[in-house]
């Protein structure tokens, strides 16, 4: 039987219902099966993922089983598990709750610190055919704290010390704590295991800025163990989970929470990125009045050459009933500006971080009194007895009051991470220890099953055509910084 710790497989059933109806809507991920099914070139491939545990993700990693993976997964965030997902992924697709048959999963919704990285490390025991623990050699990350696990405990072996931290030394997290506790622990059991690890590690697929990021970093620093594919800069990854996720989810997480008429009232969008830019257009959408607030005057001409305000939001507060933040910034709407809004004003963020919008600061703002409505939904009341109405406690309203993007979005994100983990996995001899982006043309590719899906005609350049504009007729299509 396979190893697993998940809430609860009764959930599976319901987890299955609808991990099979969005199949129907990653069309990405089932194509790619219906084309590697023959050659299932990750035959041999022992994949450890960290990404969100939720009902997509189980259609991802299907995907990378049918195409011959052995997997083993976490969530990358302690509360995003869906646990009717995580059953569902554990029992598979051929077995049940008494007799499970899917895939390794240790991940449930509100693990603590010490839970996650207990999960996490759980990653790295896949057990070989004659029963030996081994380690991976395939790592599908996201936000990077897979591979950080691996960097850190090959740091520790080098200098054979894992550094006891003072208690009073607050500057490190406690989650750091957590981290070289648990790196202490595994060192103690074998000296060489993470640089074992490494050592298989054919490659790694990293999701998201933050995870590209940290990758960058250890790129510049000469420190990366192995070669890592940046999915998160694919056009038809970041582009589209935030222009079109977010144009789906906003209005979703609105409608939930509150049930707010959006047409005709004035809604502010701070940021114009594709974030607002998906965010302002389902908004105009519902026939609301949108108001951009922006600093880049780029992103702010095309606000205003698609017909809408662009004004600083402290000179329009007081005319929002809806105030939306995706500027990827920080400290954008402070407790003093929400203190001069409408009655009644929504207030939510759909943009990179939790911080944009001061929550410590209006908690803090005298005489403020905080009324739950109902969960990620509350209602802070200042003296003067106006009230703004507060989505997922200002973290993002699209995880908190809805349901993260929808599955077609995610299709096209996860079929670059069955892309990538392929081009890894059978071509790491010509990557170097460095961060790459998948070729346009892949890129291409991912977008030209999801046209197909759609029911889209693609034209065919001819000869002519194509030399005319120096490109090739199956493409590439356009050049290296070309910006869709
Ligand atoms: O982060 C995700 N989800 C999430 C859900 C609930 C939640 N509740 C939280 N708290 C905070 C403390 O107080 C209690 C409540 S934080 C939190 C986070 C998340 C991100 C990307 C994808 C990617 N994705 C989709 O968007 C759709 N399918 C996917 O896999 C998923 C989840």
Not at 344 to 366: K, S
Not at 422 to 428: I, N, R
Request: proline share 4%; aromatic share 6%; with cysteine.
């Amino acid at each position: 039987g396979i190893d697993f710790a998940v809430a609860d497989l009764g959930l599976a059933e319901f987890g299955r219902k609808e991990i099979r109806l969005a199949e129907h809507e990653m069309p990405g991920l089932m194509e790619l099966r219906r084309e590697y099914a023959e050659a299932r070139p990750l035959h041999g491939a022992r994949v450890a993922g960290s990404l969100h545990m939720t009902v997509q993700t189980a259609v991802l990693i299907e995907t990378l089983v049918s195409l011959g993976a052995d997997v083993r997964w976490v969530s990358c965030n302690i509360f995003s598990t869906q646990d009717h997902a995580a059953a569902a992924t554990v029992v598979g697709p051929h077995g049940t709750a008494e007799e499970p048959k899917g895939v390794p999963v240790f991940a449930w919704k509100g693990e603590t610190l010490e839970e996650y990285w207990w999960c996490t490390e759980q990653l790295f025991k896949f057990t070989d055919e004659a029963g030996n623990v081994v380690g991976p050699n395939m790592i599908l990350d996201d936000g990077g704290d897979a591979t950080l696990l691996v960097h850190k405990g090959v740091e520790f072996e080098k200098t054979g010390v894992v550094p006891t931290v003072e208690d009073e030394d607050l500057t490190v997290s406690d989650e750091y704590r957590i981290v070289l506790d648990t790196l202490r622990r595994s060192l103690a059991e074998d000296p060489k295991r993470w640089t074992t690890v490494a050592s298989d590690v054919r490659g790694v697929t990293e999701e998201t800025t933050t995870g590209v990021h940290r990758l960058y970093q250890l790129a510049e620093q000469g420190l990366l163990l192995f070669p890592a594919i940046n999915v998160n800069d694919s056009v038809t990854k970041s582009k589209f989970d935030n222009k079109y996720g977010i144009r789906h989810s906003l209005i979703d997480g609105l409608n939930r929470g509150t049930d707010v008429l959006i047409g005709g009232k004035v809604a502010v969008v701070c940021g114009y990125g594709d974030t607002g830019k998906g965010s302002v257009e389902a908004l105009a959408g519902q026939g609301a009045r949108v108001i951009v607030a922006e600093a880049d005057p780029i992103c702010a001409l095309q606000a205003l050459l698609e017909g809408h305000q662009v004004a600083r939001l402290e000179d329009v507060i007081g005319q929002a009933d809806i105030i939306i933040t995706a500027t990827g910034n920080k400290d954008i709407v402070s407790a003093d500006l929400m203190s001069r809004t409408k009655h009644q004003a929504i207030i939510a963020n759909v943009g990179h971080f939790d911080n944009e919008i001061d929550m410590a600061g209006l908690g803090r703002y005298p005489g403020i009194r905080r009324l739950n409505i109902k969960p990620q939904v509350d209602e802070w009341v200042f003296p003067d007895g106006h009230s703004i109405i507060v989505l997922s406690e200002g973290r993002l309203m699209n995880l908190g009051n809805a349901t993260g993007h929808p599955s077609f979005v995610m299709s096209n994100s996860f079929a670059n991470q069955v892309i990538a983990q392929v081009e890894l996995f059978t071509k790491h001899e010509e990557y170097n220890k460095d961060v790459y982006r998948l070729p346009k043309i892949l890129d291409e590719k991912v977008a030209r099953i999801h046209v197909q899906a759609l029911g889209g005609e693609l034209t065919k350049l001819t000869k002519d055509q194509a030399e005319y504009i120096g490109v090739d007729v199956e493409g590439p299509f356009k050049p290296e910084h070309y910006r869709y």
